[in-house]
């Protein structure tokens, strides 16, 4: 029903930049919430952000607070992440997700895997030292 495709991955140095983005296409005017996770070798996936789509309100887990800001363009039906201050542990797979319920948007459902039904295939972030 929706289609997520992510782009703006890429290399950069510790300390530095990069924008994500997560463009939607398919039954957009269903999307309830939309989220970024991440998922590096060997490890679980893990939540990001996640943005209410009616009202922008948003969720960060607390290892990015400060330095990542999700964002979303309702006219382009894309999410963004903007990540600065990157660092090596920052580096993994970077998945969009979208929520098609109508569940209340809530810190503590939307940070997991479940509250999602649509998930992209992906963009590599490589933060060097």
């Known amino acids: 029903q929706v289609q997520l495709v992510e782009s703006g991955g890429g290399l950069v140095q510790a300390g530095g930049s990069l924008r994500l983005s997560c463009a939607a296409s398919?039954?957009?005017?269903?999307?309830?919430?939309m989220g970024w996770f991440r998922q590096a070798p060997g490890k679980e996936r893990e939540f990001v952000a996640a943005i209410n789509w009616s009202d922008s309100s948003t969720y960060y887990v607390d290892s990015v607070k400060g330095r990542f800001t999700i964002s979303r363009d309702n006219a382009k039906n894309t999410v963004y992440l903007q990540m600065n201050s990157l660092k090596p542990d920052d580096t993994a797979v970077y998945y969009c997700?979208?929520?098609?319920?109508?569940?209340?948007?809530?810190?503590?459902?939307?940070?997991?895997?479940?509250?999602?039904?649509?998930w992209g295939k992906g963009t590599q972030v490589t933060v060097s030292s």
């Open positions: 398919g039954r957009t005017f269903s999307i309830n919430v």
């Open positions: 997700a979208a929520d098609l319920t109508f569940r209340s948007f809530s810190g503590f459902y939307h940070s997991e895997t479940r509250a999602y039904d649509y």
